[in-house]
């Protein structure tokens, strides 16, 4: 059996690199090889290239992953922007066939693969595709993570209703990437909202970790995986699904309408 899923959120900032390096904290601990990649990570250092990929470096770590460092982050950029913009200014063309390559050869050496996206859902990653194209052409389910602060009824119901139209949404991670402040009433109120108007699983509220030592991300992770999001992590190997070839992902992305203009010829 085999176990991967990419990690989106709702906006930057939410915590996406903390829940993944808690899954994958936890993962380990119940004994699996675990990969972690971030397909393009923005703001390293030219001088240092992948070696400057903090997120990617610190998830590598975490999750005992000794695959390559060009496997787990295929593109370091270095402007802090969307990586489709810090490609354009560094020269770089971002390939999603090389994303793919890469992806594969992570599933094919590890139980579980956990993808962590840049930003929300619609981050722009080349000139034609996002963030949520990316989680369609390597076939994998969407968790999404959010921040408790008020406003996130509608940033997560946004997200899951455009996600849902594309691939499966395993659910929502409610996270606390900064110490909540107690006296904002939605921070109490925001979870149970969300299970009444969000068609997904509710996973969290996770609380603010001061402390990532790998101790208390495992404990984190295991809150998330107990609560059934391992089982829904599960890949059917047999029909493909997460490891398709590059031509059938470019068939995946044409049948799903990923756009071939640039994204903002195709809005138009």
Not at 40 to 57: I, L, S
Not at 240 to 251: H, L, P, R, Y
Request: glycine residues 8%.
């Amino acid at each position: 059996m085999k176990w991967a899923c990419f990690i989106t959120g709702t906006d930057t900032g939410v915590g996406k690199t903390v829940v993944t390096a808690a899954l994958a904290a936890a993962l380990v601990q119940r004994g699996l090889r675990v990969g972690v990649m971030k397909p393009a990570e923005t703001d390293c250092p030219p001088e240092q290239g992948r070696e400057g990929a903090h997120d990617a470096q610190w998830l590598r770590q975490v999750a005992h992953c000794t695959a390559p460092l060009e496997l787990i982050v295929p593109y370091a950029l270095p402007l802090p922007l969307a990586p489709a913009l810090s490609a354009e200014e560094a020269g770089v063309t971002i390939e999603l066939a090389e994303i793919v390559r890469c992806y594969r050869q992570l599933l094919a050496t590890h139980d579980a693969v956990l993808v962590e996206g840049a930003g929300g859902l619609l981050v722009p990653l080349t000139a034609q595709q996002t963030m949520l194209d990316l989680a369609v052409t390597l076939g994998l389910p969407l968790l999404v993570v959010a921040r408790n602060v008020l406003g996130v009824i509608n940033h997560t119901c946004l997200t899951v209703a455009v996600a849902s139209r594309r691939t499966r949404v395993l659910g929502v991670v409610l996270n606390h990437p900064g110490a909540p402040d107690e006296s904002d009433l939605s921070v109490r109120s925001n979870a149970d909202a969300l299970r009444r108007w969000c068609p997904v699983p509710l996973y969290g509220p996770l609380p603010h970790l001061s402390d990532l030592n790998e101790e208390a991300l495992a404990a984190a992770g295991s809150q998330l995986l107990g609560a059934g999001l391992l089982e829904s992590m599960a890949l059917d190997i047999a029909e493909g699904q997460g490891v398709g070839t590059t031509a059938a992902a470019s068939a995946s992305a044409t049948e799903e309408g990923i756009p071939t203009e640039p994204l903002n010829e195709a809005g138009a």
